[in-house]
């Protein structure tokens, strides 16, 4: 299986991507806020290979709720990564 592009690289990112993440940002009133939307696709994608594929929009809720208390996205990107690998098998 081919590995897709990150998302903001997809061919419909400009088209059909965006503009969705617009319109939800602007019905949550959270448009200021700054989304690196293909670092939290890998971070989501780390949790669905070392747990749980149900898991990875869980992982984004809370790293929605850290950002919110002040971590940076990066901070809890890689603080989720971080204890996913720990519970992964070696």
């Known amino acids: 299986m081919t590995a897709k592009p990150p998302v903001t690289r997809q061919p419909d990112w400009e088209s059909t991507l965006l503009p969705w993440l617009d319109r939800v940002a602007e019905h949550l009133d959270v448009t200021g806020v700054d989304l690196d939307v293909d670092r939290v696709h890998l971070m989501t994608g780390v949790v669905a290979e070392g747990v749980q594929r ?16 002040g971590a940076s996205l990066e901070e809890a990107c890689a603080a989720v990564e971080a204890v996913t690998l720990e519970r992964a098998p070696v």
């Open 54 to 69: 149900s898991m990875a929009p869980i992982s984004a809720f809370l790293v929605g709720a850290a950002v919110a208390r």
